[in-house]
């Protein structure tokens, strides 16, 4: 969710000092974790959540405006 809230947040942002669009999106991989048969607990689903990134670094100042534009 807060992903969205970031990537809505970049098309407001009129006047980068760097380029916002080079942002790698996020990959998400669902697996299924199984434990031995002697094991005392249970398969479990889990969901593998590889964060985005920007290939460029950002100013403390462009942070700041992004935070704005996502609370917005």
């Not at 405006?65 to 996502?70: D, E, F, I, N």
Request: charged share 30%; aromatic share 12%; no cysteine.
């Amino acid at each position: 969710m807060l992903e969205q809230l970031l990537l809505s947040a970049i098309e407001k942002f009129e006047f980068p000092r760097v380029d916002l669009t080079d942002y790698d999106i996020t990959e998400v991989e669902d697996v299924k974790i199984y434990n031995g048969a002697e094991s005392n607990y249970k398969d479990v689903e889990a969901t593998i959540y590889e964060s985005g990134h920007f290939n460029n670094k950002l100013t403390h100042e462009e942070i700041n405006v992004l935070a704005v534009y996502m609370i917005v």
